[in-house]
């Protein structure tokens, strides 16, 4: 009877003493009065197989408390402690996985590696997600309810690979977590029932779990309740508390609510305007990864205004954004490339830019390459691409690209030359892009193509000039001055070629100086008409400098002035105008035959 005893006593003496040796273990590590002595009885305790002492020295190598931050040995602990289901173990090893962890760390071997807490190694790839060993561990401390764990084996169910996803279990371990009053299970259920919330019913039930979530500090579910206030999904459109939202969010280093603030700050929008601490939040954003901060950096140094404009600055941020998948500022260099803007014109790193915006989706891409193609800018190789995509997309229905392949086809760019078939996609084009209406009014005026149609030709010109394109208004004001296929009407004409030379195309400056000059059915007011002779030949065009000559040469406006007419008749003559040469010779030969006191 005594020796039946026995085993049973020796038992609770041998846990008691383990608890105590724990307790003891933990005290000196927790209170500082002697964390090294403390660890060095947790390894003992973890040797002797104890699965908590062995989840906190791993958590001790993980954390690098005392010792060394140190990936496998804190793994190796962990995983030790897990395999006896220690529930904090089986949590921190499934978030581990779902990390990634790099191959060394799954072996048992004793050895140690250089910690991944320390700074990369160049070429350093971090490790996939593994959400296989991830939801079986946190299945484990699930089911033994522990709460985070809970939360942990819902996202994997509902955002993992697709042999192992499963909605519908997932939403039952968030709510198991929600129970539990768990924050990450209130921003987990918030944001399956976002994902797909249609109603205002839904995105209210969103809200809800989510601004638990929020008013316990988390940042994803302050930043998200900025969202839904900024958007006015489940509620009415609240900028200033979204602002607050953004605001609180950033402070915790949430990269896109930092990237929202800073703008935010940058104009003071339901915020008092600062600058500076709004390019400080847009950088960290940006340096945190988020490509739209960068690409509002770029802007913000490209453009000046708050900030003088610092352009090799401005390059780097959209460089960055670049790299980080943002397609508008892999554009942006491709333009400014082109058009030499800040940096060297470079042909084919305007090409190279172009090309990565469009892998990346950008709609405008395209078109950036076909000017590059039509100037003859771009490698044959990267012309039958462009060719070959704006085919395939004008195929699709998409009018734009029909538009660039049937100029490229009329002009012979990328491909083979063919009137024919480029009237048939510009007319396919015409239907909805204005730009289109003009070319094929053109090449239908012209007989390219097809027979001239004088009448159509112009009909869509016509089109064109009214939806305000200013080189079909300039073309179609010609025409009614013409009356080439249609009427003749100068009071028409003259309305167009303001709006034209409005929109600055030089000719039309100088058609309106000679309609006013006269011999047209306008008014006469060759005031008028000198005024637009000057915008026109300040611009360069020869006709206006020559007509400038002559104006100040006669006083046909009024004054006399052969200074100037002498100025404009030698800018003219400079670009071979004939007259402007006859005209300046018999100038000149008028003064030496004037008495000096004449001139």
Known sequence: MVFSILPPLFKRKHATSLTSRLADAQSLMAEGQDPVKGFSHLSVLAREGVPEAQFLVGQAYLNGTVVPANLVEGVRWVRRAAQKHWPDACFILATLYLYGLPPEAESEAEKTAASVFDAEPKGFVKPEANFEKSAYWAKIAATQGHADAQAMYGYVLCNGPEHIRNLEEGMVWYHKAVAAECVQGYLGLGLVILNTAQTDD????????????????????????????????GRPVDMAEAI???????????????????????????????????????????????AEAAATLGDLYGRGGEFPPNYAEAIAWYRFASEHGHAAASYTLGTLYEEGIAVPQDPQEAERWFNKALEQGHEGAPAGL??????????????????????????????????????????GVGVQKDEAEALKWLHKAAQGVVNAQYWYGTLLLTGKGAPPNLQEGRAWIEKAANAGMAQAELAYADLLLNGEGGEKNHIKALEFYRKAADAGLVWAMFSVGAMYGGG????????????????????????????????????????????????????????????????????????????????
């Open 520 to 599: 047209h059915e306008v008014p006469q007011d060759r005031l008028a008409a000198q005024k637009w002779f000057y915008a026109a030949a300040q611009k360069g065009n020869a006709a206006a400098q020559l007509m400038l000559g002559r104006y100040f040469a006669q006083g046909l406006a009024g004054e006399h002035n052969r200074e100037q007419a002498k100025f404009w008749y030698q800018k003219a003559a400079a670009q071979n105008i004939p007259d402007a040469i006859q005209e300046l010779a018999e100038l000149t030969k008028q003064e030496d035959n004037l008495e000096p006191s004449l001139l």
């Open 244 to 290: 607050q939202y953004y605001a609180v969010a950033a402070d915790k280093n949430v990269s896109s609510a930092q990237a929202k603030y800073g703008v935010a700050l940058m104009v003071g929008q339901n915020v008092a305007k600062d600058t500076t601490r709004g390019e400080t939040f847009l950088r960290r954003a940006a340096l945190s990864g988020d």
């Open 202 to 233: 839904e995105y209210k039930q969103a809200a809800r779990y989510l601004k638990k979530a929020a008013e316990s500090g988390l940042g994803t579910a302050l930043y998200l309740m900025g969202v839904l206030a900024e958007r006015g999904l």
């Open 370 to 411: 076909g000017n590059l193609l039509l100037e003859g800018k771009i490698s044959a190789q990267a012309g039958a691409r462009v060719m070959k995509r704006y085919k395939e997309k004008a195929e699709q229905g998409d009018l734009l690209s029909a538009f660039n392949f049937g100029v490229c086809l009329a002009e």
